[in-house]
């Protein structure tokens, strides 16, 4: 008899949403196996999981989605019946300087891995899944009104998003073309804990905390809808589980903030927090030059996932926000090997000295 019911390759699992993502099935799937695939870019930080990495069902196997032969490794030998894929590259601003890696990670991966997908899942009556992690970036930039839906037209404005686009496009026609059993979800911004300090939540944190420039780009009035991850995560889970074959479905919070609203408060919160005086970090906003193309705003509605499947977000903002301000208060340690970049020796450490539960070898 098989150990385990089901076998899912969640990609990207170091990463921000994905290290969430991981745990949230580890733990709450004892039957499931869970292999993150992941080749831990300066994104990919395993002390993200270090909780939850000597679970029995709980594999890490170090290695890029680009890489066919390795893929095919990986599905036969732990005969893989579900991909969650959240590997991705996915800063904005790093698409604009290098927009190629781009091209190759989150187009040529998916292409890759759906190839795999498509050549491993041939037995009837087996349940398949391939469920694509993706964002609300790939329909554009609203105005002041309205909403993205699953009606809205693809225009991605970046290299990132227009990636992001193709990867979506991949995955529909390989459900058309090949019966490929998939979904896609397209999300909002995400914040919560474990966020590479990079994007605008964690990188404001950190900089307020140690008193250096917040640097706001061009008027500081574009608009974001911002999700706490572990909503998202427990969205992924239903639309995995009970979302239609070939269908996507928009995940977001009707929480929309202009980003010098959000500063703001951040800015509040944090000095509270420290018992600094009333405005202190405020003076440390600076705008600057805008990013290039930079998207006015994003909203989402996501009444069909509320109305089909039964999701909507637990935390309000007031409550994720102030707990986040707060892991990242109590976790300085973290925030502090994530910018030296001493959490790249982990992995190393890790396959050396951790007997208990070793890395698996890519092949
Ligand atoms: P992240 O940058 O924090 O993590 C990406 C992970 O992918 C890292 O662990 C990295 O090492 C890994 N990775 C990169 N290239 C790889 C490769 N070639 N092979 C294997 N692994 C590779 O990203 P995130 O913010 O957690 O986003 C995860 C996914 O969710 C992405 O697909 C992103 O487009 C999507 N998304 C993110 C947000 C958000 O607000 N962060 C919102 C909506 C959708
Ligand atoms: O230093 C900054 N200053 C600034 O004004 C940074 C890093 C950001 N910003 C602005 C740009 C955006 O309007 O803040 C807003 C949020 O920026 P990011 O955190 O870079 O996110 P965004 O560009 O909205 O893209 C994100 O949302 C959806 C993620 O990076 C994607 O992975 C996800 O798909």
């Given at each position: 008899m098989k150990?385990?019911?089901?076998?899912?390759?969640?990609?990207?699992?170091?990463?921000?949403?994905?290290?969430?993502?991981?745990?949230?099935?580890?733990?709450?799937?004892?039957?499931?196996?869970?292999?993150?695939?992941?080749?831990?870019?300066?994104?990919?930080?395993?002390?993200?999981?270090?909780?939850?990495?000597?679970?029995?069902?709980?594999?890490?196997?170090?290695?890029?989605?680009?890489?066919?032969?390795?893929?095919?490794?990986?599905?036969?030998?732990?005969?893989?019946?579900?991909?969650?894929?959240?590997?991705?590259e996915?800063?904005?601003?790093?698409?604009?300087?290098?927009?190629?890696?781009?091209?190759?990670?989150?187009?040529?991966?998916?292409?890759?891995?759906?190839?795999?997908?498509?050549?491993?899942?041939?037995?009837?009556?087996?349940?398949?899944?391939?469920?694509?992690?993706?964002?609300?970036?790939?329909?554009?930039?609203l105005g002041d009104e309205g909403y993205f839906t699953e009606q809205s037209l693809y225009n991605p404005q970046s290299p990132y998003a227009a990636s992001k686009a193709?990867?979506?496009?991949l995955v529909r026609a390989f459900h058309n073309t090949y019966k490929l059993p998939v979904v896609i979800s397209n999300c909002s911004n995400n914040y919560g804990p474990y966020q590479f300090p990079e994007k605008l939540i964690p990188l404001f944190i950190k900089n307020i905390l140690e008193e250096r420039v917040l640097p706001v780009y061009g008027t500081g009035r574009n608009v974001r809808d911002w999700l706490h991850v572990q909503d998202h995560v427990e969205a992924l889970d239903i639309i995995f589980h009970q979302g239609?074959?070939?269908?996507?479905?928009?995940?977001?919070?009707?929480?929309?903030?202009?980003?010098?609203?959000?500063?703001?408060?951040?800015?509040?919160?944090?000095?509270?927090?420290?018992?600094?005086?009333?405005?202190?970090?405020?003076?440390?906003?600076?705008?600057?030059?805008?990013?290039?193309?930079?998207?006015?705003?994003?909203?989402?509605?996501?009444?069909?996932?509320?109305?089909e499947l039964g999701w909507s977000p637990r935390y309000t903002f007031e409550q994720g926000l102030a707990m986040t301000i707060d892991w990242y208060l109590d976790n300085s340690a973290w925030m502090d090997r994530v910018s030296s970049g001493a959490y790249r020796d982990y992995y190393l450490t890790h396959m050396i000295n951790n007997k208990s539960k070793p890395y698996e070898s890519a092949a």
């Open positions: 150990k385990f019911k089901r076998t899912l390759l969640i990609t990207g699992g170091a990463g921000f949403i994905g290290s969430h993502l991981v745990r949230h099935f580890v733990t709450k799937y004892p039957n499931y196996h869970v292999v993150n695939l992941d080749n831990l870019t300066y994104a990919g930080n395993l002390e993200n999981l270090a909780d939850i990495e000597i679970a029995d069902n709980y594999t890490f196997v170090k290695g890029s989605i680009t890489d066919l032969t390795l893929l095919r490794t990986v599905f036969k030998k732990f005969d893989v019946d579900g991909v969650l894929h959240t590997a991705a996915s800063h904005v601003d790093r698409s604009i300087e290098n927009p190629m890696v781009f091209v190759q990670t989150n187009v040529q991966g998916t292409a890759a891995l759906l190839q795999v997908a498509r050549e491993h899942w041939t037995q009837p009556g087996r349940d398949y899944r391939f469920h694509h992690i993706s964002t609300d970036e790939v329909f554009g930039a193709s990867a979506d496009h239609a074959t070939g269908e996507a479905y928009l995940i977001g919070g009707h929480n929309e903030w202009k980003n010098i609203d959000l500063i703001h408060l951040l800015c509040r919160q944090i000095d509270r927090k420290l018992g600094r005086a009333f405005g202190e970090s405020q003076k440390l906003i600076h705008f600057i030059q805008d990013r290039a193309g930079h998207d006015h705003r994003y909203a989402i509605d996501a009444s069909r996932i509320k109305r």
